[in-house]
């Protein structure tokens, strides 16, 4: 949503880094091209007008002139404005303290209020909430049909009493005897009377804003009184999300803004509009077409993602959703013991990986993946697909010890996973180079190969060694040299049985120490060591 704005300030900010001061004309050209780029994203005039202001005139001020580095200055200052702009700090569904709460999604036709009713009464239901969905939009043909598959999809009831327009009527137009403020009142009743803690009502909309519509809208908020309105806005309409938003804050009123269809490939100027305009705050954004893929909006995380400073804990939280914490236990064990990584660990995590989420728009949220947004346009998904093909298509003992792996075997695997030999022998070159990264994990000082730095992986440190046992060291060849060798083999004999081990050398005859009782010389023996 968010690339072409990105790219823009990212660029500028790189012109500020090869300047050690800045002067007023280097704040005033940084401050024209922010402003372009704003202009080009859609952001509405009086908020680009109050934002460069802002931006200039703490630019010039002491903040930055006394600063080690006024550049890096300059970008704190641009993200600190534009976590402003974006409504400040995180605000948070207002739940009511005598259920059910109701929340009122309100907004024009196509904005992708049913599909977010399913996503919301999801994200609900996965809080530990019981939410009730209720079909108030009775005009749009089949709306009640699709709200009741997407209620099922999220394991959520339904309150439909009313059909709808079933496709028969023409246009957008109430059937007979359809009344959706009464269904909506009716609606709330059924989760007082159930028991249900959280009513979503969905309501009807139009291709444009009209009277017809605000009087539905506003009898509806009046019948059931909601704890929250939600304004849901297409973030791909630009600068007329401002007027939309402005007629429905004047008409029906909202506490929220939901933002719908933020993986496209639109600008995002309707994201930095609507609450500086609205005054109200953006509380959930919708960021692709399942009903997992529901956000809560966090406007530092999201000012770090314009900024290509990446969203790590966005990350982190997915990643916790997604991942099995007992299988991540037993890896972390595995790595402990010192055992080795195999292929079926790697399937493992690399199906863990794929729950959370797309893996383009997981790598979009790691820091400075703005410089490499050709390669991740690039990139493929199905290369994941044809991974997992591959290690399925091995035999258990394969995937235990690929080193097995000769050309007849990779040329079966091949034909069964419909790929290349060249295909598996770039996977075993990758998996190869992940398995030396684990075994520098598990001894714990080497870090990642590449990245200094990185430390011992937590659990694999002094203190979790002196709390588990070290994994055992492999033993040293024998010796040659027949004296040599039986010392080594008294001293491991010693370990064992929790004896000191001899002495060193350097007694009479170049003896390894003096006898033990368990193991006496005979005179056999001092004439085999001096032959």
């Known amino acids: 949503m968010f690339a072409t704005l990105s790219d823009r300030l990212t660029a500028t900010f790189r012109n500020l880094r090869t300047k050690g001061r800045l002067?007023?004309?280097?704040?005033?050209?940084?401050?024209?091209?922010?402003?372009?780029?704003?202009?080009?994203?859609?952001?509405?005039?009086?908020?680009?007008?109050?934002?460069?202001?802002?931006i200039?005139?703490?630019?010039?001020?002491?903040?930055?002139?006394?600063?080690?580095n006024p550049a890096q200055q300059v970008v704190k200052i641009v993200h600190d404005e534009l976590v402003s702009v974006l409504g400040g700090a995180t605000r948070e569904l207002r739940f009511a303290k005598n259920p059910p709460t109701v929340v009122l999604l309100a907004g024009l036709q196509g904005a992708g209020k049913t599909t977010l009713a399913g996503k919301l009464a999801l994200w609900l239901r996965d809080q530990g909430h019981t939410p009730l969905l209720v079909a108030a939009d009775l005009q749009r043909p089949n709306a009640v049909t699709q709200l009741q598959v997407v209620g099922e999809q999220a394991g959520v009831p339904v309150f439909a009493p009313h059909p709808g327009n079933q496709g028969s009527n023409v246009g957008d137009v109430l059937p007979a005897g359809a009344d959706p403020v009464a269904v909506a009142q009716a609606g709330v009743e059924q989760a007082r009377a159930k028991l249900y803690d959280v009513v979503v009502v969905d309501t009807a909309g139009r291709l444009g804003v009209d009277a017809e519509m605000m009087a539905q809208a506003a009898a509806i908020r009046d019948a059931t009184r909601p704890d929250e309105?939600?304004?849901?806005?297409?973030?791909?309409?630009?600068?007329?999300?401002?007027?939309?938003?402005?007629?429905?804050?004047?008409g029906v009123g909202f506490t929220g803004v939901v933002l719908s269809k933020l993986d496209g490939d639109a600008r995002g100027g309707a994201a930095l509009s609507v609450t500086q305009v609205t005054g109200a705050p953006v509380l959930f954004a919708s960021t692709g077409e399942?009903?997992?893929?529901?956000?809560?909006?966090?406007?530092?995380?999201?000012?770090?993602?314009?900024?290509?400073?990446?969203?790590?804990l966005t990350l982190i939280e997915q990643a916790e959703k997604a991942f099995d914490a007992e299988q991540t236990e037993k890896f972390a064990d595995k790595l402990i013991k010192g055992e080795d990584f195999t292929l079926?660990?790697?399937?493992?995590?690399?199906?863990?990986?794929?729950?959370?989420?797309?893996l383009k728009k997981m790598l979009g949220m790691l820091p400075g993946m703005g410089q490499m947004r050709e390669a991740l346009d690039s990139f493929d998904e199905r290369e994941v697909d044809r991974v997992e093909a591959i290690?399925?298509?091995?035999?258990?003992?394969?995937?235990?010890?690929?080193?097995?792996?000769?050309?007849?075997?990779?040329?079966?695997?091949a034909a069964g996973s419909g790929t290349r030999v060249a295909d598996i022998n770039d996977l075993m070159t990758?998996?190869?180079?992940?398995?030396?990264?684990?075994?520098?994990?598990?001894?714990?000082?080497?870090?990642?190969?590449?990245?200094?730095?990185?430390?011992?992986?937590p659990g694999t440190g002094k203190k979790a060694r002196g709390r588990t046992a070290p994994p055992p060291k492999r033993a040293k060849g024998r010796s040659g040299n027949p004296a040599k060798r039986a010392e080594q083999e008294r001293a491991a004999r010693a370990r064992a049985e929790g004896g000191?081990?001899?002495?060193?050398?350097?007694?009479?005859?170049?003896l390894g120490g003096q006898p033990t009782p368990e193991q006496p010389f005979s005179p056999e023996d001092l004439q085999k060591y001096l032959k």
């Open 23 to 54: 002067s007023e004309a280097d704040v005033d050209a940084t401050v024209r091209e922010i402003r372009r780029a704003l202009l080009d994203a859609d952001v509405a005039v009086p908020v680009v007008r109050a934002f460069t202001g802002a």
């Open 56 to 68: 200039r005139e703490r630019a010039l001020s002491a903040e930055v002139s006394q600063a080690l």
């Open 229 to 250: 309105v939600l304004f849901v806005v297409d973030a791909m309409i630009g600068q007329d999300a401002v007027t939309t938003a402005r007629a429905f804050a004047d």
């Open 290 to 312: 399942k009903l997992v893929d529901l956000e809560v909006f966090h406007p530092d995380r999201m000012a770090s993602r314009i900024l290509d400073m990446g969203d790590v």
């Open 344 to 358: 079926s660990d790697f399937l493992v995590q690399l199906q863990q990986l794929r729950s959370a989420g797309p």
């Open 391 to 413: 290690i399925r298509s091995m035999t258990p003992a394969e995937r235990a010890n690929p080193k097995i792996l000769n050309g007849s075997r990779r040329s079966r695997i």
């Open 430 to 457: 990758r998996f190869e180079a992940a398995q030396t990264m684990m075994r520098q994990m598990a001894r714990g000082g080497g870090g990642m190969p590449g990245m200094p730095g990185m430390g011992r992986m």
């Open 500 to 510: 000191s081990p001899p002495a060193a050398p350097g007694s009479a005859f170049g």
